[in-house]
């Protein structure tokens, strides 16, 4: 049964905008650009394919981020969406929350879980071209900020002083991903990169996913 939070971090809808001047078909993920990309779309009438049409697709472009300036800038854009939704919610109950309960949002989900959802929707053999995020500015020139201040030193280091072990390892797994960038891969062989490159890490954290995620992602 699907709960409100798994509809959240693992929704059944997907995105990939293509960009025919560089021919890429990019994958939308929170904090990766998207905003500016979204906005890119609208402008220029940019095709986005949807579910079951990327099982066509022979390559999508995913564009890794940073791991941890990642996650301060997710957990940033989620205190602010919280407090703009409702005034009255404490600001230092929520940075609580937001920290203490790893991933309560896209914006901050690793960046391997978002591969494993666009993972449901992709063909077994369809090549995922990893990238640096520091490329992201060739595509596009939009620089959105969706209407969120950026997160200060102070915030980043509220953020990233108490972090848990499973935090730190699903960070570390990210920060592979961004080590691998520059080839292409099928989500398979993704995984057995990690699994090599990561002295158990990867196995421990995917142990622990399955136990939870069996149902959420069938």
């Not at 709960?3 to 960009?19: H, R, Y």
């Not at 989620?78 to 409702?86: G, N, V």
């Amino acid at each position: 049964m699907r709960t409100a939070l798994d509809t959240e971090l693992f929704p059944n809808l997907c995105k990939v905008v293509e960009v025919p001047l560089y021919n890429q078909w990019i994958y939308l993920i929170q904090k990766n650009g998207s905003s500016s990309l979204r906005i890119q779309q609208s402008r220029d009438n940019l095709v986005v394919f949807t579910n079951n049409e990327i099982s066509a697709l022979d390559y999508v472009d995913v564009y890794i981020r940073n791991p941890r300036a990642r996650y301060v800038s997710g957990i940033n854009t989620y205190l602010q969406h919280l407090q703009r939704d409702d005034s009255n919610l404490d600001y230092d109950t929520c940075l609580w929350f937001a920290t203490r309960y790893s991933f309560l949002n896209r914006h901050y989900l690793p960046q391997f879980l978002w591969l494993v959802n666009l993972s449901r929707f992709i063909s077994p053999d369809c090549k995922i071209r990893l990238r640096k995020f520091s490329d992201f500015s060739k595509i596009t020139k939009r620089n959105s900020r969706a209407g969120i201040d950026a997160p200060t030193t102070e915030f980043e280091k509220q953020c990233t002083q108490k972090m848990s072990n499973d935090l730190e390892l699903w960070l570390y797994i990210d920060q592979l991903l961004e080590e691998m960038c520059g080839s292409s891969y099928t989500f398979k062989n993704i995984q057995k990169k990690l699994q090599q490159s990561s002295n158990g890490s990867f196995d421990i954290l995917l142990k622990k996913f399955i136990e939870v995620s069996t149902s959420v992602l069938s």
